[in-house]
């Protein structure tokens, strides 16, 4: 075990993350419409179902596991939740806004106030306990009826629709609330645009002119987001929310290492160059003309909004690290990493096939504060593993425990290396639905949820043996690992 002096910043941010659509369940209770999320059906080929040529947004009930609807039942249980989270001391609690609980068509104009009373509660439950409350206003939610009618954020008009939800949120919890971010994984789409964009190949998905023409009227929506915020309190701070993976050339051959430059730039520069720094980056010419985009359609006042309103900071997720290979015959491609790339000979990799680096986390959060020079939050990290439990649903996770130890020490050697990092906070720091499978099997909280993939146990909370140990963790403000 590591002896290593750690190090973070007084007033450091530590908490845990998770989503609606993943654990609230109650998916038509009090108003709620219907979102992508529920659309999407359940098991291990969802991302394969959702990216063929036929899917087009039909519910079909048959396909749909348990708990993809259903979640965890946080909606009526998030005040045994939120104590949960105290007891172990977080700092802050990472939650979105389900946008269908709102507005559940997306296109309304008056929203629905049982779903902003919910909201409410949640905040002052979290206030309650001293835990900050870090909302995402969209994480993977978007409301089915825009997917559907409008074709996604191919579509304009979705920017008049989310600046209405936004300024609907930003207004009522403004005050309350400090920290925001607009968009979740807004980069995932150059791999998965129905997560974060709601568009599939039967509208649009298959051609990258869509998937950025979506990205500048999301960055459009941000900067809008981010100009309500701070005109409602000067204090909020509104963040991006990106996902990153490290990426490295499979040796020094200048071919590779070329591929990676341009990796890097697509996949993780390209949406904080627009959002961080406010204006399209200088290499944007040479993707269009890779990835056969024309001219975008850009409003009048579009990029001096852009440039007007960036974030304040820049969140983000991470899991893993990629490597790249242009000159070889034949890849040795990892199975489960879901950015691709080649496996790394260096790197272990978990049961889905997630290839581990803890170093890498610290190379992120250099490369991005070495980039941009704004705070960073990383917002997720965490290992979805198979948990076994005993007669009493005691969880022995060290498995869980030395992965994070290893992400928290190389976050403080980030640190020391003078990177500004705000806080952390592990994904599904109570077990929830898979976003990839829809499933509960694969778990990553410090909380164990009586619960399988069909829906059979009682839903009740356990603590596993990583409750105590992050428990610790957060009272030595990141020096006790052990």
Known sequence: MSNKTTVFPDGFLWGGATAANQLEGAYLSDGKGLSVADA???????????????????????????????????????????????????????????????????DEATPNEAGLKFYDQVIDECLKHGIEPVITISHYEMPLHLAREYGGWKNRKLIDFFENYATIVLTRYGKKVKYWMTFNEINSAFHFPALSQGMVK?????DYQNVFQAWHNQFVASAKAVKIG??????????????????????????????????????????????????????QQRIFEKYGVTELEIGADDLELMKKYAVDYIGFSYYMSSAVNETADEEDTVIGNLLGGVRNPFLEASEWGWQIDPEGLRIALNELYDRYQKPLFIVENGLGA?????????????????????????????????????????????????????????????????????????????????????????????????
């Open 202 to 206: 039967a509208t649009g998905a298959g």
């Open 40 to 106: 999407m059906p359940g098991g291990k080929q969802r991302f394969q179902v959702l990216g063929s040529d036929t899917f087009n947004w039909e519910i079909d009930e048959d396909k749909f596991i348990y708990p993809n609807h259903h979640g965890i039942d946080h909606y009526h249980r998030f005040k045994e939740d939120i104590a949960l989270f105290a007891k172990m001391g977080f700092k802050c609690y990472r939650f979105s806004i389900a946008w269908t609980r709102i507005f559940p068509k997306g």
């Open 230 to 283: 701070h005109e409602i309190n000067p204090d909020m701070q509104i963040g991006c929310m990106i996902i990153y993976a490290t990426t490295y050339s499979i040796d020094a051959n200048p071919v590779n290492q070329m591929a990676t430059l341009a990796q890097n730039q697509e996949f993780n520069f390209y949406c904080t160059d627009a959002q961080v720094r406010g204006e399209y980056p200088a290499y």
């Open 386 to 482: 198979i948990d076994k439990v005993d007669e009493n649903f005691y969880v022995e996770d060290d498995y869980r425990i030395d992965y994070l130890r290893r992400h928290i020490e190389a976050m403080s050697d980030a640190v020391k290396d003078g990177v500004d990092l705000m806080g952390y906070t592990p994904w599904g720091c109570i077990d929830l639905v898979s976003a990839s499978t829809g499933e509960m099997s694969k778990r990553y909280g410090f909380i164990y949820v009586d619960l399988d993939d069909n829906g059979e146990g009682t839903m009740d909370r356990y603590e596993k043996k990583s409750f105590n140990w992050y428990k610790q963790v957060i009272e030595t403000n990141g020096q006790n690992l052990k």
